[in-house]
């Protein structure tokens, strides 16, 4: 049998596991939504130039290969000193954050492991498993919430991801359809899903 006291640990921890700042959603909110809605803008740019309506050169395709991630890096910058208090104060809030951090790195080491294969093989069929695999990793991310939070809309936005890396694998040699999918998997499960945080932390406050 479970002791009284026990039982009150039990419900202590769920307590604290429950509780997670509402800060750290709006700041996790932003970052998520301006990530999405640039790289979401890269595809759109990738596909303009796949289309004929960009121009196919060096320079175009270094701008569009590096002004997201220095635009994106600079706003994460000031999301951070601006929301340096709202760190992660339940035991939830640690571990979704601990998850979406670990997907982070995992991220940084597929593109060591992935590109130095496409380097070596020189193919860029290669390459594109790396967007593949970081789509599957934030549906990993995106469902371990649902587990923890038990919200449909985390387990939808899971399976966006999921769906549209499954869909961007079949479309691999296709780079049009592809980009197209990858687009659009930015705008629906990031873009869209770092709004509503933002939402939910504002009528939270």
């Keep these: ?17 429950l ?5 750290l959603q709006r700041s ?6 301006a990530c999405g809605l640039l790289y979401g803008g890269q595809m759109l740019a990738l596909a303009a130039q796949t289309l004929g309506w960009l121009p196919r050169t060096p320079g175009w395709g270094l701008t569009m290969g590096v002004a997201p ?39 940084l080491a597929l593109v060591a492991v992935i590109g ?7 193919s860029l069929t290669v390459w594109l498993i790396y967007p ?7 549906g990993l991310a995106w469902f371990v919430a649902f ?8 387990a939808v936005v899971a399976a966006g991801w999921l769906l549209c890396a499954l869909v961007m694998t079949w479309q691999i ?25 933002m939402r939910l932390a504002r009528r939270a406050a």
């Design 116 to 122: 130095s294969v496409a380097w070596r093989e020189h």
């Design 1 to 17: 049998m479970t002791s009284p006291q026990a039982a009150r640990d039990d419900l202590a921890f769920l307590r604290a596991l």
């Design 132 to 138: 593949c695999t970081v789509f599957v990793l934030q």
């Design 173 to 197: 040699e296709h780079s049009l359809y592809f980009i197209a999918i990858a687009g659009f998997g930015l705008f629906a499960c990031m873009l869209a899903p770092g709004a509503v945080m």
């Design 28 to 33: 996790f909110g932003e970052a998520y939504s």
């Design 69 to 107: 991630t220095v635009v994106f890096a600079l706003a994460l910058s000031v999301i951070i000193v601006r929301g340096r208090k709202d760190a992660p104060t339940g035991l939830m809030a640690r571990a979704i954050a601990a998850v979406f951090s670990a997907v982070g790195l995992a991220n």
């Design 147 to 154: 587990l923890l939070r038990l919200k449909p809309w985390l």
């Design 19 to 23: 509780r997670s700042g509402d800060g």
